[in-house]
């Protein structure tokens, strides 16, 4: 047996101990062999494009991914002292404090800033990471982000506790701003210059503010802090303030804060940051240097809008002009038109943003 096997060759030898098959069984083994043969080439292929196509373009997509998050990472740790140091311009910062919905009129605003030439010392305090990333990608530097961001994915109505939560925060941005030793400006970013403010900052004053009651005064009317209003407290704007590193500004926002523990927003009362800002100037209004602005320069949006009378005899006066005295997002932006104040559409150029 062991010399046969050794004589005969392998194939030979297997054949002579496999039984023999039936036409039947030969020809389905057959046909299972090509079906399973096709579906496997076909397997084959499929991981073959995988393998070549969808794992580089992941392994790009993640690349991309990890490149851009140092530059994410770095506007997320940017600091408001970092931010400040970086914009200030003669020992000053502008401030306005704006959320995604907001950035057309962010973009408005500054055009008219860059006009007077301005727009170098302004800070953006972003209170969403859309518009951090945003602002600073293309303005790299002007915009910071204070922990932590508010809920603010959508244009806030006035008097909603959304609109609160924003403005509320208000105090100690410019509290911290203060304490590092910068004199700043905050705006409203509604607002329109038409001439450079900073020549009415006259003097050493502690807080700068202007009224809010579209009432008119004479053109040379007193400085100090308006008599209160009807409901014991004055109408004093917190949309419009310039305040020096002293201790009485700091004093103002300090009580500001206080005032705002004090007045939660409540359903049934549905406050905002302005009537704790008036108590605030009026609570501390002997201890602090305040000054009130002159109205026919800086005139609130009742006034403004509302009296072209006044418009036309205080005509080349004006130098920043509130579109408030009206609530939605809309319904501002086609004021702003109707009184050819909305430059966005013509002149983004202008704007550090470009048009976005």
């Known amino acids: ?30 046909k299972q062999s090509s079906i ?30 990890w490149n851009t998050r ?10 408001l002292a970092q931010a400040v140091s970086v914009v200030a311009k003669n020992g000053t910062v502008i401030v306005c404090a704006v959320s995604q919905p907001y950035l057309p009129f962010l973009n408005n605003w500054l055009i008219s800033i860059a006009r007077q030439k301005h727009h170098e010392k302004v800070l953006v305090i972003a209170e969403d ?13 002007h915009a910071v982000l204070i922990p932590p961001a508010p809920d603010a994915q959508t244009a806030h109505k006035f008097g909603s506790q959304g609109f609160f939560n924003f403005t509320s925060r208000r105090p100690r941005h410019l509290l911290d701003i203060l304490e590092l030793g910068y004199n700043v400006m905050y705006n409203d970013v509604d607002m329109v210059w038409l001439a450079d403010p900073f020549p009415y900052l006259e003097g050493k004053h502690d807080v700068y503010f202007t009224d809010d009651m579209a009432a008119l005064k004479p053109l040379n009317h007193s400085h100090d802090l308006p008599p209160p209003g009807k ?5 004093i704007c917190s949309c419009m303030i310039f305040l020096r590193p002293t201790f009485g500004a700091k004093l103002v926002m300090k009580k500001w804060i206080k005032e705002l523990q004090a007045q939660p927003w409540a359903k049934l009362k549905k406050a905002n940051d302005q009537p704790a800002f008036n108590w605030a100037l009026m609570k501390t209004s002997g201890q602090v240097d305040l000054y009130l602005l002159p109205q026919k320069a800086f005139p609130t ?38 009184y050819g104040l909305w430059l966005v559409d013509d002149h983004s150029n202008e704007s550090p943003l470009g048009r976005l």
Do not use: C
């Open 70 to 79: 140092p530059a994410l990472t770095k506007w997320r740790d940017y600091t």
């Open 301 to 338: 949006g009742g006034l403004y809008f509302k009296n072209q009378t006044w418009v036309k005899e205080t005509k080349g006066m004006h130098v920043i002009i509130h579109n408030n005295y009206i609530t939605g997002f809309e319904k501002k932006i086609k004021r702003f038109q109707d």
């Open 231 to 235: 409901k014991g407290r004055t109408y």
């Open 1 to 30: 047996m062991s010399s046969f096997l050794h004589q005969r060759p392998l194939q030979s030898t297997l054949s002579y101990f496999r039984e023999p098959s039936s036409p039947r069984s030969s020809a389905l083994a057959q």
């Open 129 to 141: 990471y859309a518009t951090l990333y945003k602002v600073n990608e293309k303005w790299p530097g």
């Open 36 to 65: 399973f043969g096709r579906a496997g080439l076909l397997v084959l292929l499929l991981v073959l494009v995988i393998l070549g196509v969808f794992m580089p373009w992941s392994e790009m997509h993640e690349a991309a991914f």
